[in-house]
Each structure stands twice: as C-alpha cells, then as structure tokens.
C-alpha cells in the first residue's frame, strides 16, 4: 500500500529527520511503502498534501494537530484518497472525538 504521511515538523514537541526516519521504519514494517514529508509551516503542509494528492497513493497520513488535520484532510476533498491520522498536537480535538489513540504505539 502506498502512504504519504505529511508531519507538521513543529507540532507538540517538535519533530526532527530521526524521528521520521523511526517513523517510516514503523510504516515499512506493517509492509506499507511511504513517503514521510516533514513540513515546517501551514502552507508547507498545504502543499504538501496536494502533491501527495496528485501522486494518488491509497492513504495520506497527517500528523499533527487539528489545524494540520484540516489542511491535509482539505486538499483530500473529491480525491478518494483515505485520511489517515497520527495526532501529534496539543489537544488533538478531532482524535479525541473519534477515539483514535493518542500514543502512536497504539
């Protein structure tokens, strides 16, 4: 299956290349091939996300907060791409609301 996954790189704590790099290693483990973006401002993830939207993989993954939940989930609109969601912010409103764990090993 192929993923993008877009990180809004200052989300919570801040996420570095290392992190990503962990983070494509849990991705190819579960047998899935993927592209890890680490953006580092709102249009970054915008575009981003329209990129990977033009490139048709199955899932495009955000991980950040609500904020970059919808600017991902926004350039998805009409594509049948699934959204994919690692909540990576500070309050997580939208996983929280549908039950999606917050620690990323669950």
Do not use: C
């Given at each position: 299956m192929?993923?993008?996954v877009?990180?809004?790189?200052?989300?919570?704590?801040?996420?570095?290349?290392?992190?990503?790099r962990?983070?494509?290693?849990?991705?190819?483990?579960?047998?899935?091939s993927v592209d890890?973006t680490?953006?580092?401002s709102?249009?970054?993830?915008?575009?981003?996300a329209?990129?990977a939207?033009?490139?048709?993989?199955?899932?495009?993954?955000a991980?950040?907060?609500?904020?970059?939940?919808n600017s991902?989930?926004?350039?998805l609109?009409?594509?049948?791409?699934?959204?994919?969601?690692?909540?990576?912010?500070?309050?997580?409103?939208?996983?929280?609301?549908?039950?999606?764990?917050?620690?990323?090993?669950?």
């Amino acid at each position: 299956m192929r993923t993008s996954v877009i990180i809004n790189a200052s989300a919570g704590g801040g996420y570095t290349p290392d992190w990503a790099r962990n983070l494509s290693d849990r991705f190819q483990a579960q047998g899935m091939s993927v592209d890890v973006t680490l953006a580092q401002s709102g249009d970054e993830i915008l575009k981003a996300a329209r990129s990977a939207a033009r490139e048709g993989p199955e899932v495009i993954v955000a991980g950040g907060g609500d904020g970059t939940l919808n600017s991902v989930a926004s350039a998805l609109v009409g594509t049948g791409i699934a959204l994919g969601v690692i909540p990576l912010g500070t309050l997580n409103h939208f996983a929280r609301d549908l039950h999606i764990p917050l620690d990323l090993d669950d």
